[in-house]
């Protein structure tokens, strides 16, 4: 019997451990004669450092040491960049990135001033106390149009400006002639902010340098254990071969964890290796606010051109980008915006400027989405204000512009995060509408407002479409063993925060070499069991890692079948490998189990022939030539309570299309998480800082995450259109639940509360009750 | 001056304890790092995600928002203390797994120890009562569906192997 384990949903091969309380964590790290650090955090946003005054601090029984910037000597480096900017003509970019601990300045609230390393947590924050530091106090940056005053301070002194990027991207050749003979114009400005990904387990790291083996062991909740393996050899001026990066069990990532590095992770093993002792460190909740990178504002000034029967025929828009106090991430979360912006639909001709404004808030990076939230936003409210002013039904002027399925491979020529041309690999997008619609029931739901509006309720309808550029290069490995008990092995370099690969990549190698799904095991981001890796980030891990694994496994397979067909004496055609072992076609009892195969293959005595490799082992690399991208549509009936705006989402659906999938199960819990995370960044999430660049809901009572009675029931259904960029035909699908629920609030809510006729529109998310009363209060 | 320090004896998944512990210590650190029993997972300290949740005479209770030396004589049930000593799952984990209710898996030993109280008290929940009950534990990864739909079918098994 011979089970087909890609494609189906199987169940997970982690989630004992998880539910039995046997996963290691990096908190779960214990190690004998640990030490525990706390970092001094500045409490202002803006000031210079004149001096900080340890003694006391030192001093305090409990506490082993205290190090400020100065101590750090030459380790001191501002850090790397981790994505140069993309080659795009006329770029402006300054990298200024941020620094192990602040030295002349601190530039946001929560950037470490200092470090204090005592024999218990508790200690070490009591010691926090003893610091004295003497700052001086400097205007704050937090608007990021004001950013851009001439009159601004400047959160970075040797730069003229708080320009950190200016980048203009065009498409289909000069904007006004396409614009010339506009029948309608739209033109409005949009308002995106994004908050914090706020994973149920904050960041942590420990650190072990044993001076006897020489050797450094850091865990780390990183997304990139390769990068912050390679990166913290070269600063503690060790071999590549003396460091390895442990990233255990991870609660949770959504793109702030690759973000490197982290003052945390450069300082904590420069202090184990100074003081011989492993180290911990743990973020707390509040740390997290400030400590740990967010996404935030987008301000967009976007017109679309479209001719009377509401077909687009160009998009102009310039957009200011709050980077934070740096910009390590380069320029990956704005170029996201500007080019998801276009979606699924045939956009001629397409001006997009912007500009990243240094702000005195804490740095901005990747959060699931990574900036195509904000493009989507504007392309879809653009869609849904030019529908209404030509009278036409939202859902048909989507239509009437989608990409046609003939036109794939369908190049949209600027360029990408993964700096290649944003070119579409496959798409058929109509279909995909059409079951949302069928799905929601939008030809009925005219009727069933109606009559809901007559028994005094208020429903309205959204619908939005996006697309998801995922699966970018640049590679990954894998080294697939079969071990002597008949069980496979496998490593690659990416990290894991809950995604299932332990199932979905043991799936890809249990078919390939005839063996239970549950035989497979997976080992991700152990930077010694497999050495070469990119990490995890842009939905890539099952597209690129798992297409690495696919490799490695067929290899292993035809060095399998190799050996067997030796041993019998016969040709590879007249094997079979299925149930863990190779037998002869139509001879059953004639077999050999793969464990023997390996042992085998490693014998003790005669010679292994030249060009041979001893064992059932293979090491695979898969880099693909561009990303592939997923699309979808969402769709969600809402109740609005017309006078506290409290709001019921009523029924909702997702209609994607990734490719050929792996697990469904897994496919199915990414999108529910991300459609989470989207109700939470459009109606819950706002990080409210005041003028002073003071967080004011830096607590998760007051910053509020989507509850169980916030997120309702999903419908989701799947169109399969292979990617013809890999041999498995997938594309990544991680942050599609997340990307169109921003719109499809706005258009929901409008429909529901009849803004339109009440000429309230709404430009901006989040949203909340709060703040449609008051544009409400504005427009009456 | 050397910090107050207090004698406890306590039973954790039916093993008694005796330590001495400082008067500030946290449940949840004492827990996980002096008793080792790292399942349980801390997620914010103040009371709101409810991933260090922990029965204390069978109620559920957040660790962080206590002190260890408030255990003194209580009786403490942590996730490692859910399947039976051969390994079969409590039917709450079983659902979990079959549901496909856990992602990560940090915030799961809450949602866990949370529920399987609540369904002991309330064998038979609608829908809404279990979103009800489950609305104190954040999980970030999973939209909370499946973790809903577990828990339905974890309430039908346990009601089917109720004496």
Known sequence: MTTQFFGAPVKRNEDRRLLTGQALFVDDVELPGMLHVAFLRSQVAHARIKSIDVAKARARPGVVAVYTADDLGAYWQPGPLLVPPPPIAGIVFHQRTQVPLAKDKVRHVGEPLAVVVAESRYLAEDALEDIDVDLEMLPVVVDIEAALDASSICVHDDLASNVSAHVRQTKGGDIRRAVANAHTIIKRRFRYEHGISSPIETRGVVANWEPRAAQMTIWDTTQAPVFVRNGLAAMLGLGERQVRVIVPFVGGGFGPKIMMFYPEEVVLPWISMRLNRPVKWIEDRLEHFFATTHERGQIHDAE?????????????????HDAGAYDPYGLTVPINSQCTLLGPYVVPAYDSTFTAVFTNLPIVTPYRGAGRQHGVFVMERL?????????????DIRRRNL????????????????????SYDSGNYEPVLDMALDAIGYAAFADEQKRARDSGKHLGIGVACYVEGTGIGPYEGARVQIQANGKVSVATGIGTQGQGHFTSFAQIVADQLGVDVTDVDIVTGDTDRFYWGAGTFAS?????????IHAASLAVRHKALKLASDAFECAEDDLVLADGRI???????KFIRLGDLAQRANPMRGAVKPGTEPGLESTQYFGPPGGATANGVHAMIVEMDAETFDLKILKYVVVHDCGTVINPMILAGQIHGGVAQGIGNAFFEKLSFDDQGQLLNASLADYLLPTVLDVPRMELSHTVTPSPLNRLGIKGAGEAGAIPVGPLFAQAIESALGLKEKRVELLEIPLSPSRLFDLMQVRA | MPPERHDIELRVNGTTYRRSVEARLLLSDFIRHDLLLAGMHVGCEHGVCGACTVLLDGIPVRSCLMF???SNAHDITTVEGLATPDGA???????????HGLQCGYCTPGVLMTMTAYLQDNPSPSEDEVRDALSGNLCRCTGYQNIVDAMMAAAATMREDAP
């Open chain 1, 403 to 422: 990409i046609p399925a003939d036109a794939f491979p369908y190049n949209n020529e600027i360029i990408y995060q993964d700096f290649q041309p944003l």
């Open chain 1, 383 to 395: 869609l849904d204000l030019a529908a209404h002013e030509l009278a036409i039904d939202p859902a």
């Open chain 2, 89 to 99: 799952l409590h039917p709450v984990q079983q659902a979990m797994h079959e549901h």
């Open chain 1, 540 to 548: 890539r891990g099952a597209v690129v890692a798992g297409n690495a």
């Open chain 1, 583 to 589: 037998s002869i076609v139509g001879i059953p009892e």
């Open chain 1, 304 to 320: 679309m051109a479209l001719d009377a029967d509401g077909r687009i025929l160009g998009i102009k828009d310039v957009f200011l």
């Open chain 2, 68 to 70: 260890a030396v408030q």
